[in-house]
């Protein structure tokens, strides 16, 4: 029992599976003697992996449900932000404004884990101005994504900035579901503008 409670323990990425061998390694310490050993030492080493498995993955989903609602971000009752703040690229919203360190692909596809929202009114390189989900079914491919991401942005770039988007020399890059997200249920596209350079204020037209 002490080995499958110190195996238990070590996945401790899985939390319950870390919180069954912490209670099987304190079985195996309150059922062993001075006289009868049941594996007192690896039942020990077990609940101490475990302890800090478990705070390690604390830690870790504390800090992702921050980036889900940004950290020192705040929002007006509007939804607008009115301070800067790091968030998922899940959590940004139609109307954020926002940098990005991250070289953006020639392709346009872009996968980034976090960006910088700051107002509007401060300088910023993109601004996201239309966002939609695309229809349920089998994975299409990466291709198919892509264009139906980029028919779906340019689609609502006229409303927006008030050119043409075959003719526009503003810069689009599309957020879009890859293959991994979108098995968990992910088809939302964000589509969000830019000038190339940092800017303050809207480019909506």
């Known amino acids: 029992m002490a080995t499958v409670a110190l195996v238990l323990c070590c996945i401790f990425f899985i ?4 919180i069954v061998g912490i209670g099987l390694a304190i079985a195996v310490l309150v059922k062993s003697t001075p006289t009868r050993n049941y594996g007192t030492g690896k039942a020990v080493t077990g609940i101490a992996i475990g302890l800090c498995g478990l705070m390690i ?3 870790l989903f504390t800090w992702l449900a ?3 609602n940004g950290t020192n971000l705040d929002r007006d009752q509007d939804g607008a932000a009115t301070t800067s703040g790091t968030v998922l690229t899940t959590a940004l919203r139609v109307g954020d404004c926002f940098n990005n360190d991250t070289e953006v692909p020639e392709s346009e596809v872009v996968m ?3 960006v910088k929202v700051v107002p509007c009114s401060e300088s910023h390189q993109w601004e996201a101005y239309h966002g939609f989900k695309l229809e349920d079914g089998q994975w299409p491919g990466d ?6 991401a980029e028919g779906g942005c ?9 050119e043409s ?3 526009s020399t503003l810069e689009v890059i599309y957020f879009l579901p890859v293959e991994q997200s979108w098995s968990e249920g992910d088809r939302r596209v964000l589509c969000t503008v830019g000038t190339g350079a940092l800017r303050a ?3 909506r037209g």
């Open 112 to 114: 980034v884990g976090t």
């Open 143 to 148: 291709m198919q994504v892509g264009r139906l």
């Open 15 to 18: 939390p319950l599976a870390a």
């Open 57 to 59: 993955m604390f830690g």
């Open 66 to 68: 921050t980036l889900e």
């Open 201 to 203: 204020g809207s480019l």
């Open 154 to 162: 340019a689609e609502a770039f006229q409303g927006f900035t008030g």
């Open 165 to 167: 988007y075959h003719s």
